[in-house]
Every structure is written in structure tokens, then in C-alpha cells.
């Protein structure tokens, strides 16, 4: 069975980096300001981060996917 590239499997990520010019941070820095795991960053700031803490990074990724999704389409209604 062939495996899925990251652009099929995580579009709206792709898109972020890709076309959106966005950054995604994945990780946590104990001692830094900021406690989320996943965060999408923009030129306009950080419009979305995710929980301090996931079971899997499959499990951050995903939910960085489905809210990159929303955000894109409020952002240019597709």
C-alpha cells in the first residue's frame, strides 16, 4: 500500500506553508512563554495554537489541520 505524502494527508497545512506563507511551530519549550505544542503563526500573528499537550503528534497535527481549515476559509471564504 503506498503511503500518503504529507500535502494529501494534511492539505490545509500545506496550504498555510505553501500558499499562505504561514509557519507552523511544533514542540514545547518548558521555560518559554507559550505552552501549546502546535501553533500556526502568520505575518498578522498567531492566529490559532493548540493544547499544551497531545497524545500523539498525528493526534497535534490533525487538530492543527481541521483549524488551519476554518480559519483559511473565514480568512478567504474557500
Not at 518548558?30 to 502546535?38: A, E, I, N, Q
Request: net charge negative; proline share 6%.
Amino acid at each position: 500500500m503506498p503511503k500518503k505524502s504529507f500535502e494529501d494527508k494534511y492539505p490545509n497545512i500545506a496550504r498555510w506553508v505553501y500558499e499562505h506563507q504561514g509557519i507552523i511551530e511544533i514542540g514545547n519549550d518548558p521555560d518559554g512563554p507559550l505552552t501549546s505544542f502546535v501553533r500556526a503563526i502568520d505575518m498578522g500573528g498567531m492566529p490559532w495554537e493548540g493544547e499544551d499537550e497531545y497524545e500523539s503528534l498525528d493526534d497535534a497535527l490533525l487538530d492543527l489541520e481541521v483549524n488551519i481549515q476554518t480559519y483559511l476559509k473565514e480568512l478567504y471564504g474557500q
